[in-house]
């Protein structure tokens, strides 16, 4: 990181204000997905994860940003911007380069109707489970049962803003179909039992879809080589200094400052006892 913020202050290289803006949003999701995943292998374990409360809540990415000490985040923060400004610089990304991505990852950009039914009780759950498998539509099941209100007015629907990637690993299954219920499974936060249903697909439209595809292009492996090698090229032409306490640079390596020898040690050691020895007897004949 510190090579980085180097190199981009020899190239006269900014971050704007609205740019680190847009880089704590970017570390908060990089946190809220490493969070996701962790809270998945718990699950999937019957386990409680680390990155849930005593009450099982799991925390946000936001939330663990904020509780770094500052001086921290305004470092992570400041190396994602300035990473994010090094992978533009350069880099040449057209509007063909873009149709193509989006052509090519169709379920990246197909958005989950998802609808749930909330219930008190894993025996609720499959009677619930058993009427919608008997016919039952599953809008009207949740109106008439699901203990979340809000949703249960809607039948049950929690909107369309869902990857169908982000649903199978919430609900730990391999694939989705539309139409069908999956669950019951139990809530980690509130001990509930819930069944899902995925109801329908959205497609977001390539307008929507395209600063996603930008950023996710930036991030390409050949741009990050890219950047990499000009860090690289950059340190090999800088000079290094060393604070004379932790030794001498030489070439590729630091060389540690000789350490004092062992009669030194044993020296300090014994001058270090007898001070403590006189300072007891100071205070013992002050008492």
């Given amino acids: 990181n510190i090579l980085y913020e180097q190199y981009a202050a020899d190239r006269h290289i900014q971050v704007t204000p609205a740019e680190t803006a847009t880089a704590k949003s970017e570390v908060e999701s990089f946190l ?15 386990q409680q994860s680390f990155c849930q409360t005593n009450t099982r809540q799991a925390v946000t990415g936001a939330q663990v940003l904020a509780g770094l000490p500052t001086s921290l985040r305004e470092a992570q923060i400041q190396s994602q911007a300035i990473e994010d400004r090094l992978l533009a610089r350069g880099a040449t990304i057209t509007a063909a380069d873009i149709a193509a991505y989006y052509a090519k990852n169709p379920t990246q950009f197909t958005g989950a109707c998802v609808s749930a039914i909330l219930t008190d009780s894993q025996a609720h759950a499959n009677a619930l489970l058993a009427q919608i498998n008997g016919g039952a539509p599953f809008a009207s099941v949740a109106k008439a049962n699901s203990l979340d209100q809000t949703s249960a007015a809607n039948g049950g629907a929690l909107g369309c803003n869902f990857t169908a990637a982000s649903v199978e690993q919430q609900l730990q ?16 936060s509130s001990g509930a039992w819930v069944i899902f249903e995925v ?14 595809i930008r950023q996710d292009l930036l991030r390409s492996t050949a741009n990050q080589t890219r950047v990499a090698n000009e860090v690289k090229a950059f340190a090999r032409r800088s000079s290094i200094s060393v604070d004379p306490r932790y030794g001498t640079w030489t070439i590729s390596r630091i060389v540690p400052p000789p350490g004092p020898g062992a009669s030194d040690l044993l020296a300090a050691a014994l001058n270090g006892g007898a001070a403590n020895a006189s300072g007891s007897g100071a205070s013992g004949s002050g008492g």
């Fill in 32 to 46: 809220d997905g490493s969070i996701s995943t962790q809270l998945s292998q718990a699950n999937a374990a019957g």
């Fill in 173 to 188: 299954v391999p694939s989705l179909t539309v139409g069908a219920p999956v669950g019951p499974v139990q809530e980690t």
């Fill in 199 to 212: 109801t329908g697909e959205v497609a977001q439209s390539l307008a929507d879809a395209t600063p996603t």
